[in-house]
């Protein structure tokens, strides 16, 4: 759409309304949060201006850029943690960047800045992908002047480090029924049910801790997802398994006799150790039971191997894109074509399918010219 001499591009993904626009040559492309295309034009229009200011470093942007990085993270963490539930890796991230050019102020942090802070991190052994996690949220918590920065460095192709990716690993049948066992006896009794889950329905870990039983239909065996990572993600049913279904089953009549009763807002796994569970609370981390059901198993692998494993396996049972990303919640093909790595030996199996065809048409061939050659010969002799 035209606005004056601007023009706006708005565009819909699921139902929520992004903004595109081109400033100094940089392409900014955001996600309104929201499905109104008015207040979507009316965020289109303030992110604007803030690039706007912080371009001509206008008064009201003046006083952030003198200020020190130090100050402006302690601020920023602290508006972090209204507008999320996670902050432990938001606090992880700062506080590296922090502490190694906290003391400069926001108007000093250029290029050359953000390029020593690379190189610094990969001295120190940090990934590839940490450290660009880490920019990022330098750059955001810079605002308008950190996006001008991200421009100006992906101009440069400096923005990010290569990441290698990583294909991550689908289990056997029998490392699954190993692991599985190994939960069935776990002292945790949020582990089995959590596996299942992520075996079977290929949520991703922080969607499976904040199920509540809302969200939890087992007359339709249906589980409708709550916040997730993508917009794709976010509210998508998934239609629950005899396998998982009975896993649940098993769970909530433990939860109702623990708890004496199962409210719909509380969460299915509940946080705290099992002598003092808050079912108000959503468990924190899997992670301990998780690595002692690992290692019991014999089994190597994280725990998001498990969502790879469900996804290899939808693709090699032949469901098609549309149904694996309505299930795993993926927004685009690309993401999709990154996780469904179909194991090599289900690749072999479908070659050598296609060898045992072609030897069943080629033996129909032979047969039937044999007994063509053998007609001709009875009907010579007569």
């Known amino acids: 759409m035209k606005e004056g001499n601007k ?4 565009y819909k993904r699921g139902k929520i309304w992004w903004y595109e626009f081109i400033y100094t040559g940089q392409r900014i492309q955001e996600s309104s949060n929201s499905r109104s295309k008015t207040v979507a034009l009316e965020a289109e229009r303030k992110r604007r201006r803030e690039c706007e200011e ?14 020190t990085l130090s100050a402006l993270a302690v601020e920023y963490l602290k508006e972090y943690a ?19 050019v906290g003391s400069k102020l926001v108007v000093e942090i250029g290029e050359k800045t953000v390029k020593d802070y690379q190189i610094a991190r990969l001295q120190e052994k940090a990934s590839p992908k940490s450290i660009n996690e880490e920019v990022g949220f330098l750059l955001r918590l810079m605002g308008a002047p950190g996006e001008l920065l991200r421009a100006q460095l992906r101009r440069q192709k400096a923005l990010k480090l ?23 006896r776990s002292r945790s009794r949020s582990i089995l049910p959590a596996l299942t889950l992520a075996l079977n329905a290929g949520m991703r870990d922080s969607e499976i801790k ?18 997730s990572k993508s917009v794709a993600g976010a509210g998508r049913t998934i239609p629950l398994n005899t396998e998982v279904l009975d896993a649940l089953i098993e769970h909530a009549k433990w939860y109702s006799k623990r708890f004496r009763e199962m409210r719909p807002e509380w969460y299915i796994f509940p946080f705290g150790p099992l002598s003092r569970l808050d079912p108000s609370r959503p468990v924190t981390s899997l992670k301990k039971a998780w690595t002692n059901v690992r290692k019991k198993a014999s089994v190597s692998g994280r725990w998001h191997d ?29 993401m999709l074509a990154r996780y469904s790595h179909i194991r090599t030996e289900a690749k072999r199996n479908a070659l050598e399918e296609v060898s045992r065809r072609r030897q069943q048409v080629r033996a129909k061939t032979a047969a039937a010219s044999e007994t063509g050659q053998k007609t001709k010969s009875a009907g010579a002799i007569h």
């Open 82 to 100: 209204l507008k999320h539930r996670a902050l432990t890796f938001a606090e992880y991230a700062v506080g590296h960047f922090v502490r190694h």
């Open 7 to 10: 023009i706006v591009a708005l």
């Open 162 to 184: 290569t990441v290698d990716v990583q294909p991550g690993k689908a289990f056997s049948e029998d490392e699954k029924e190993r692991m599985l066992a190994v939960a069935a």
């Open 210 to 227: 904040r199920v509540r039983w809302s969200q939890i239909d087992f007359v339709k065996a249906i589980l409708t997802v709550g916040k």
């Open 306 to 334: 498990a969502r790879h494993t469900l996804i290899t396996e939808l693709a090699e049972s032949g469901a098609g894109d549309q149904t694996i990303m309505d299930i795993a919640g993926h927004v685009s093909r690309q």
């Open 54 to 67: 912080g371009f001509n470093a206008l008064e009201d942007r003046r006083k952030d850029r003198i200020r």
